[in-house]
């Protein structure tokens, strides 16, 4: 039975990776802020991408721990989920305003996100627990590595993004396809 403790692992990784999200966005879209006046944007780039690769590890290990360790708490399993939405919405919001992303993509994917959010608090509060599923897994890690290329400037990343696009309303697809077999 889950709990709300904040204070485990996995949760101070969620909540890291909560604060490295508006971080990486902040060097995103404020390039040309004083502050970073002397220092190219490709270095800010490259800044941006090692946050968010942190941060990604964060995801990967929070997740790991709890399972691994049984320390799965109620706090986490809101958590989790929203530092993920934070951190691939920030880079992608973070790259569609800088001209690294297309616009359709980054609307397509966020739409979907705020849909399937509503849809799992509409089931939360009909007693309908909606689990990760094996595709919306695939999703965020085809999601991340596209934001990474991205990041980098590195062949392939429009590529990788579209799939992301393709993979991202296929799994909402699943997630609505599920929540109506359960009403």
Wanted: with cysteine; charged share 15%.
């Amino acid at each position: 039975m889950p709990h709300s403790c904040i204070y485990n692992i996995p949760n101070i990784l969620a909540l890291i990776r909560l604060l490295l999200a508006p971080l990486m966005f902040l060097l995103l879209i404020n390039q040309d802020l004083t502050l970073f006046e002397n220092i190219h944007p490709s270095w800010l780039n490259y800044f941006a991408a090692f946050i968010f690769v942190i941060a990604s590890v964060t995801d990967f290990f929070d997740g790991y721990i709890a399972r691994t360790f049984h320390q799965v708490t109620t706090l986490g399993k809101i958590l989790d989920p929203l530092a993920d939405k934070m951190l691939t919405l920030s880079g992608f919001l973070g790259l569609m305003m800088s001209g690294a992303a297309s616009p359709w993509a980054v609307f397509l994917i966020l739409t979907r996100e705020l849909f399937i959010t509503g849809l799992r608090v509409s089931a939360v509060t009909e007693g309908i627990d909606i689990a990760v599923s094996w595709m919306g897994k695939t999703k965020t890690v085809i999601q991340m590595i596209a934001i990474g290329f991205l990041l980098m400037g590195w062949r392939g990343g429009e590529l990788l993004l579209w799939f992301a696009v393709v993979l991202t309303l296929y799994s909402g697809y699943e997630y609505v396809r599920d929540f109506l077999k359960t009403v």
